[in-house]
Each structure stands twice: as structure tokens, then as C-alpha cells.
T-cell receptor, first 113, second 113 residues
Framework: DAGVIQSPRHEVTEMGQEVTLRCKPI?????LFWYRQTMMRGLELLIY????????DSGMPEDRFSAKMPNASFSTLKIQPSEPRDSAVYFC???????????FGQGTRLTVV | AQSVTQLGSHVSVSEGALVLLRCNYS??????LFWYVQYPNQGLQLLLK??????LVKGINGFEAEFKKSETSFHLTKPSAHMSDAAEYFC???????????FGKGTRLSVIA
């Protein structure tokens, strides 16, 4: 398996623009997580899904953030409109069953100017 | 709620010296504990995990960690540091395998030649 695949690896956008981050989890995994990493706050859980259903989105910072998982092999995290404080590395991770670790993608480095 | 505290945001050791990275956890139920490593511009990779079996856990790259319930600790050690060990290390906790990991702030390990 190729692991968790995220795209794009880097994204630079202007404030106010819509940004969409994409994730393909490991085949057969039924949990998908979106994390955000910043220097100030470390790794924060934004939202996670089980069998394509959002379970907990309490970490989503604002209504500008939304996430979807239309099928078992694809998820998106959208920011609309983007702001400079959204600049961070966004990670997608997937896992299956318990007790097991989450497998992380390479991340998307987002810069909002 | 679960949480972890990593003591020391930056640790510097000489090549060949002992590596000790500290992690203390807080959990109201028996925890599952993990150590991840992150190399620059990469995702997180699992080093080792504790899932209520043996208290001394061996991981990849010569790392190991010992679960000490009485001290609520899960410190990461390696007898002899190598230059390639320079990276960011994260301790994480969860109460079960199908709930998201909660990460510490991370410890950056530098290895001096």
C-alpha cells in the first residue's frame, strides 16, 4: 500500500480564497483524522470520521472550515475564506480497529498571504 | 480526558550518548501510549506503542520505552544516539484504539557530532 496520500504538498494562497486539501486513506482503514500542526499549538485534532461519518468536529476552529468524506477512499478539508492565521501544516491520518496507531500522510503545508 | 506532557521542547545529546525523552500522561482509564518521530518536511512515523501488554516496549531504530503506571510516565530511550536520530519526537495517548490520539507538544532532538 502506498500509505496515506495527501495533496497538494504545498499550497500558497491569498487571503480570502478558498482552499481544498485532499486525502486518500489507506485502503481498508475505517477511521480518518485531520490534524493541524503549528509551532504555537502543536498537533491539534480538527475532525475525525468513522466509516465516512463525521464523529467529532469539535476541533474545527470556525465555520470557515469544513470536511467531507464522500467515500471510503477520499476526504477533503476546505477552508473558505482562508486567513493568514490558517497557515499551518495539515495532516491526514487513517487507522483501523484497535488498539492500533494512526498512519499519517506527508502533510500539506498551507501558507495564506 | 487524556493528555500528555513532554518535558523539554529541545534536547541535545552527543553522538553515542544516551537519549532520554520524557513523557508523562494523564488518563482516567488505562491508556494506550505511542511515540512518533517526525523528520523535517515529513509526516509522523510510529516508533513504538504500549497497549497494556509488556511494560517495556521495543520499537524501531533501537528505541524503547517503559510504561510506569506509578509514575504515569512513558519515557523514550535509546542507548546510543546516532546523527540520523535528529528529529522531532511526539508522545501520544488514547483511551482506546478507535479514539483519536492526543499528542504532546513534541521534543526536538539534536545530535552533536
Amino acid at each position: 500500500d502506498a500509505g496515506v496520500i495527501q495533496s497538494p504538498r504545498h499550497e500558497v494562497t491569498e487571503m480570502g480564497q478558498e482552499v481544498t486539501l485532499r486525502c486518500k486513506p489507506i485502503s481498508g482503514h475505517d477511521y480518518l483524522f485531520w490534524y493541524r500542526q503549528t509551532m504555537m499549538r502543536g498537533l491539534e485534532l480538527l475532525i475525525y470520521f468513522n466509516n465516512n461519518v463525521p464523529i467529532d468536529d469539535s476541533g474545527m476552529p470556525e465555520d470557515r472550515f469544513s470536511a467531507k468524506m464522500p467515500n471510503a477512499s477520499f476526504s477533503t478539508l476546505k477552508i473558505q475564506p482562508s486567513e493568514p492565521r490558517d497557515s499551518a501544516v495539515y495532516f491526514c491520518a487513517s487507522s483501523s480497529g484497535e488498539p492500533t496507531e494512526a498512519f499519517f500522510g506527508q502533510g500539506t503545508r498551507l501558507t495564506v498571504v | 480526558a487524556q493528555s500528555v506532557t513532554q518535558l523539554g521542547s529541545h534536547v541535545s545529546v552527543s553522538e553515542g550518548a544516551l537519549v532520554l525523552l520524557r513523557c508523562n500522561y494523564s488518563s482516567s482509564v488505562p491508556p494506550y501510549l505511542f511515540w512518533y518521530v517526525q523528520y523535517p518536511n515529513q509526516g509522523l512515523q510510529l516508533l513504538l506503542k504500549y497497549t497494556s501488554a509488556a511494560t517495556l516496549v521495543k520499537g524501531i531504530n533501537g528505541f524503547e520505552a517503559e510504561f510506569k503506571k506509578s509514575e504515569t510516565s512513558f519515557h523514550l530511550t535509546k542507548p546510543s544516539a546516532h546523527m540520523s536520530d535528529a528529529a522531532e519526537y511526539f508522545c501520544a495517548v488514547t483511551r482506546s484504539g478507535n479514539t483519536p490520539l492526543v499528542f504532546g507538544k513534541g521534543t526536538r532532538l539534536s545530535v552533536i557530532a
